[in-house]
């Protein structure tokens, strides 16, 4: 086989290789989004997004959270296209789904306009995977959802409009400009390059529209929608003061570490390249470098967005004129510059990233939140359309299908009634419902004897009474409580929670008993009063396939102030069936107690311990321990 032939070869296996690496990313962005939103971590924009576009597909244009218009935030007239995909595909991840598409797409215009500025097949996949792997945009992708992500999709496609069809260029141009009231500003700089560039008049027309529109949406347009009151800004983020504490030493690191890893793509491209480079992203850098919001410029959350979008066109366009160089300085371009954007991405992934398989390992971005998961079908199934909906603030994201949606931060008593509370069980006191249900003006319609509670106006009052007696007992739920950390636990058998139908969600141990035992349940305690008390625990336990520890498992009562445990028994062998078992204890004061569970060699699922307090006779205290 001739050498070329090999060349080819080995080409061919690096582009199928960079694809697989890819499509894998837009999977883990795919998973860790699921993630993300199942933990509700934290998700309170996503429902004011999801519940403005779900009411504009039904009529009710920019309308959200019973009484608010989205324009009084922004200027977001494009976002009105995304509607007919809410009301089509009716289930609340469709937001996140329909953000990655964007940013997706966006990867797509790069690699085509890669493609036809001569770029190699193994270069123009680099840059693909550099546009969907960098950690900046994986923030993006993983923040809830955001108006902003569209640029990542719009800003690519106005550069490969510019550049090969302005016939259509009109058509991402209009819908930049009305993304939000400041995005015109973003795209007057690459159109003023692009005009010079080529020598073209048109395209400082276009930078003069974009100009003149953003300004008059800013200063007068935004202000009208809110009547020309003080309130129509929000002036801190960019107060001097603001700005100048930005700067302090306290936030130094931050703007060091973040605009590092903003240079470091393009660096390769500054030779040839360093006019676009200063030129196309230098708007959207300096408001985020001039931001006094230390989230804004130190680029978390979905800021990046404008930041990611711009500065890849730029280093495109950077490569395209290295693209004209000659001899020995064209080939190392061609040759090094993938291989040092492609180690750049893979390092932003390891060391910066939030995906699996990173460093820094974030659970709620990288495991199935099972308590989320109960909490999501009990919104699809358990909770009625109509009416206006009162919503736990963390679940918020999943009931946004629908008119009206209230949470503790938009209620407001004097104008607000709402017909249905969806809620944690634990928060009916603190929340102030209690009395509804006391006085019979709602109903208990949904409970599953754990976290979720449905109430229903004048729906039947029978199940009030079950509902407030569980409240009178503490309880707390294992899946709800801290487990064993780090990969040791996963490894040997931990896997958190697991759902049951018909049970709810589970803390759920493999039974795996060769080493140390595991802390499956530790972090929620009680207060309790002087007296005697049993803790009843309500689990399930498989008998042990292996004996290595000699006990299924072990109960105990922890006392925090003291560091000790009050009490502790073994988990008694059963039937593998829902039953309890009881661990009686004495507190001699008023004390804070905190129940654990170790794992051994049973497979356990454990669901809840309740505390009830006994007449005084004789008691069993468990084993104590020495």
């Known amino acids: 086989m001739s050498e070329a032939s090999l060349h080819r070869i080995g080409g061919r296996a690096l582009e199928i290789l960079l694809v697989v690496l890819c499509v894998c990313v837009v999977g883990l962005l795919v998973f860790s989004s699921w993630c993300a939103f199942i933990s509700c971590f934290p998700y309170e924009d996503y429902c004011r997004y999801y519940n403005m576009l779900w009411n504009t597909g039904h009529g009710r244009m920019f309308h959200y959270m019973v009484d608010d218009n989205y324009l009084l935030t922004h200027l977001s007239f494009t976002l009105i296209l995304l509607s007919p995909f809410v009301v089509l595909i009716d289930h609340p991840f469709v937001l996140s789904m329909l953000q990655l598409l964007c940013i997706s797409g966006g990867a797509a215009f790069v690699g085509v306009t890669a493609r036809r500025h001569g770029l190699s097949m193994c270069y123009t996949l680099v840059f693909i995977l550099f546009y969907l792997g960098y950690h900046l945009t994986q923030y993006v992708q993983l923040d809830e959802f955001h108006g902003v992500a569209l640029y990542m999709l719009l800003v690519p496609w106005l550069y490969h409009s510019l550049s090969f069809s302005r016939r259509f260029l009109w058509i991402p141009f209009m819908l930049t400009l009305f993304l939000r009231e400041e995005a015109g500003f973003m795209i007057v700089p690459l159109f003023a390059y692009i005009a010079a560039r080529d020598k073209w008049r048109s395209g400082w027309w276009y930078a003069a529209i974009a100009f003149v529109y953003a300004s008059a949406a800013t200063v007068v347009l935004y202000k009208f ?124 992934y390891f060391l910066v990233g939030v995906l699996p398989g990173a460093l820094a390992k974030r659970d709620e971005y990288n495991y199935i939140d099972k308590s989320g998961l109960q909490a999501l079908w009990v919104a699809q199934h358990r909770i009625p359309k109509d009416g206006v909906l009162f919503s736990q603030h963390e679940w918020c994201s999943f009931v946004g299908g629908r008119r009206n949606v209230l949470t503790f931060e938009t209620y407001d008593k004097s104008r607000h009634r709402f017909d249905v509370i969806f809620c944690k069980f634990s928060e009916l006191q603190k929340s102030g419902f209690l009395p509804l249900l006391q006085n019979n003006e709602f109903g208990v319609s949904y409970f599953d004897r754990q976290e979720v509670v449905v109430l229903q106006r004048g729906y039947d009052a029978s199940a009030n009474a079950e509902v407030l007696n569980a409240l009178k007992t503490p309880f707390i739920l294992f899946a709800w409580t801290r487990a064993a950390d780090g990969e040791r636990a996963e490894k040997k058998g931990l896997r958190r929670n697991e759902y049951l139908q018909d049970m709810g969600v589970m803390r759920y141990w493999s039974g795996d008993g060769r080493r140390a035992f595991i802390n499956l349940s530790s972090g929620s305690s009680v207060k309790l009063e002087p007296g005697r008390y049993k803790a009843v625990f309500l689990f399930k336990a498989s008998a042990p396939k292996r004996v290595v520890r000699g006990t299924w498992g072990l109960f105990s009562i922890y006392d925090p102030e003291e560091d000790r445990n009050i009490v502790e028994k073994h988990i008694e062998p059963g039937p593998a069936v829902f039953r309890t078992q009881e661990v009686t204890f004495e507190l001699e004061k008023a004390s804070t107690v905190e129940p654990r569970v170790a794992g051994a060699d049973a497979e356990l699922w454990l669901d809840r311990v309740s505390f009830e307090k006994v007449n005084p006779g004789g008691v069993d205290h468990g084993e104590q321990p020495p």
Do not use: C
């Open 225 to 348: 929608l809110h009547h020309y009151s003080p309130e129509a800004y929000n002036l801190d983020s960019i107060a001097p003061r603001s700005i100048l504490d930005g700067f302090s030493r306290e936030f130094l690191l931050y703007r060091l570490e973040t605009w590092v890893w903003v240079l470091l793509p393009v660096l390769p491209f500054l030779a040839r390249g360093a006019l676009p480079l200063a030129a196309i992203p230098a708007v959207a850098v300096i408001v985020t470098i001039l931001s006094g919001s230390w989230r804004q410029f130190s680029l978390l959350y979905h800021y990046p967005a404008i930041i990611m979008a711009t500065v890849t066109v730029a280093m495109m366009e950077a490569a395209r004129l290295q693209g004209t160089m000659t001899g020995r300085w064209k080939r190392m371009t061609e040759a090094g510059v993938p291989i040092y954007l492609f180690v750049l991405t893979l390092a932003s």
